[in-house]
């Protein structure tokens, strides 16, 4: 499976935007979805995800109320509308494909996906 994200770039506090991730193929039914972002020098860390039976999606407690994670299951593409952003939401954000196998506790962890897409900078200026 490949997956292509887009939608990064600069924005300035308090801004918006709204990230892609383009699938090769179905996600729905087949992948756990999840959304992960890297800031220099810091892990890589979850921010949302959508269960591979699409029972809604879940956030992290740090993003809570800014992201919404959609999907449009004709084009396979999910994405993330940010709002509200701040300079500490600045990182490359990814996106990435679990196994339907995979149980909740591991879809908050990077190890828990096997495919990732290359990643796209957001920039928040204060």
């Known amino acids: 499976v490949q997956l292509q994200a887009s939608g990064g770039g600069l924005v300035q506090a308090g801004g918006s935007l709204r990230l892609s991730c383009a699938a090769s193929?179905?996600?729905?039914?087949?992948?756990?979805i999840g959304w992960f972002r890297q800031a220099p020098g810091r892990e890589r860390e979850f921010v949302g995800g959508?269960?591979?039976?699409?029972?809604?999606?879940y956030y992290a407690e740090s993003v809570k109320g800014r992201l919404t994670i959609s999907r449009d299951r004709a084009k396979n593409t999910e994405y993330l509308q940010m709002i509200s952003l701040k300079p500490e939401d600045t990182a490359v954000y990814y996106c990435?494909?679990?196994?339907?196998?995979?149980?909740?506790?591991?879809?908050?962890?990077?190890?828990?996906?096997?495919?990732w897409g290359q990643g796209t900078q957001v920039t928040v200026s204060s």
């Open positions: 990435a494909l679990a196994s339907k196998r995979t149980i909740l506790s591991e879809l908050y962890a990077p190890r828990g996906y096997e495919y």
């Open positions: 193929e179905r996600t729905v039914g087949n992948y756990n």
């Open positions: 959508q269960r591979w039976t699409s029972s809604g999606p």
